[in-house]
């Protein structure tokens, strides 16, 4: 496992050369740290209105053949429902442009497409997740994986910020979009938003695990992370923060889901006076979580790595040890 400081390094590098995506029909950018909106960089492909930059709208998205509009009634679908109306029925989604909206004729939910899913991490988030240099994304980036990232500053499993709703009613109604495709990982974080607007234990739960199930069927064969809420920690004035904090790790274990606590991280690696406000980071604080998660993300099995490049790997030490090589 690479040490801290080799992490840093090569989050700087991912930073630099530009490794994360704008996700979920949104450029990739760097807000102010309580930013709760922004842009987005892709038009909505057959729409009338192409170019449009307002979240969530739909116009007449492509579609290909599929099985969705034969589902029966009462049929779950991971969310939203069926489409209604089939536009090009016969368009291939590998021949759209990356970026361009399409109708997924299985579930009919809008979705974006992205040439090559082989390594992307999707991020479910706020404000932490939000900016390009966001700790969630330079630990992941750090890890292996370019980043989708789906959410807003201001929202959580339970909070909205007005124009986006929840994590599981921004998904349901298309306020952001999941990239279509296989996607390995998806990481769900939050919480803060939920713990400083009085959401309750009961209605984060319930909503936690809608969008687990929502996201498990839409992805089956990806592996799901959850992450906590970035706080001080009990014993440091963490309060709601870290209380929520534990109740999502106790709602990843009833999934089996593996889990990261957030909840003291702040005091743990002492950021407390790397903040831009009173729960954001500034750049140099994002930048050392990032580190952390990084880590965090190698010690415990999900680290990226390209099966072209083990295949290389695994012929070469073959060719190696029938020559009588070591090293």
Known sequence: ???????????????????????????????????????????????????????GSLGAPLT????????GAGVPVAAGSVAKTRIGSTIDPAALPSGSTYRNPDNGRNEIIVKDTSNIAVLIGDSQSEPAYGWPRQGLAAAGYKVFFCGRGGTGFVASN??????????????????????????IEGGGNDAARGASDAQIVANAERLIASIQQRYPAARILMV??????????????????AL????????????????DWLTRYNLTGSMADRVHLNRQGHAALGA??????????????????????SHYAGRAAGAGLSH
Not at 228 to 245: K, M, W
Request: with cysteine.
């Open 292 to 313: 952390v998660f990084g880590q965090r993300l190698q010690s415990m099995g999900f680290d990226y790595a390209d099966p072209g490049m083990l295949a290389g790997l």
């Open 228 to 245: 906590g809420t970035l706080g001080r920690g009990a014993h440091y004035g963490g309060g709601r923060r870290s209380e929520v904090d």
């Open 248 to 263: 999502l790790g106790r709602v990843a274990d009833r999934h089996g889901l593996p889990f990261v606590s957030a909840g």
């Open 162 to 187: 007005g124009k986006t709703g929840n994590y599981i009613d921004a998904l349901q109604r298309g306020d952001w979009k999941l990239p279509y495709g296989a996607p390995p990982l998806v990481v």
């Open 64 to 71: 290909g053949s599929g099985s969705g509009a034969a589902m």
């Open 1 to 55: 496992m690479r040490n801290a400081s080799a992490l840093s390094r090569f989050v700087a590098m991912m930073i630099a050369t530009g490794v994360v995506l704008g996700g979920c029909g949104q450029a990739s950018y760097s807000p102010a740290p309580d930013s709760g909106s922004s842009e987005l960089g892709s038009s909505e492909v057959g729409s009338s209105d192409a170019g449009s930059s307002e979240a």
